[in-house]
């Protein structure tokens, strides 16, 4: 039983490893083969919600092309009116990756949390025999 209980713990960390190896590879990506612009952060209206703060990144492609993308989640250091550097996949220009270091460390945290979970795992299954 421990042996299974161990497998399930790998594949979980095994989960985990590949979705910050994953992100680490989306951010080399659009580092290395992007287009870089430059986008302002614009406000963007929440329905029904007035204490919310919600923004949207305005970035032009190379063609002239402006393009508005909402920020996931609260956009804790982008307010209104800042500029920001971005790269985007010129393949699919809606898939932008802003300057910064706020995925890195989730990326990292995912790889190392999915090393150990599969290290632990595998101790757990081969011990438990």
Do not use: C, H
């Not at 299974?4 to 190896?21: E, H, K, R, Y």
């Not at 989306?26 to 992007?34: A, F, S, T």
């Not at 706020?102 to 999915?114: D, P, Q, S, T």
């Amino acid at each position: 039983m421990a042996a299974v209980l161990g497998i399930w713990i790998a594949v979980a960390g095994a989960v985990g490893l590949l979705a910050g190896l994953t992100g680490s590879r989306r951010v080399r990506r659009l580092r290395r083969g992007g287009v870089r612009s430059w986008a302002v952060a614009v406000p963007q209206p929440v329905l029904g919600q007035d204490d919310e703060r919600r923004v949207a990144l305005q970035y032009t492609l190379a063609d002239g092309q402006v393009l508005e993308k909402p920020v996931p989640g609260p956009a804790r250091a982008l307010t209104p009116g800042r500029s920001v550097l971005v790269w985007y996949d010129p393949g699919d220009p809606t898939d932008v990756l802003v300057y910064g270091r706020e995925g890195r460390k989730l990326n990292l945290g995912f790889i190392a949390a999915g090393v150990l979970f599969m290290a632990v795992g595998i101790a757990i299954a081969v011990v438990g025999r």
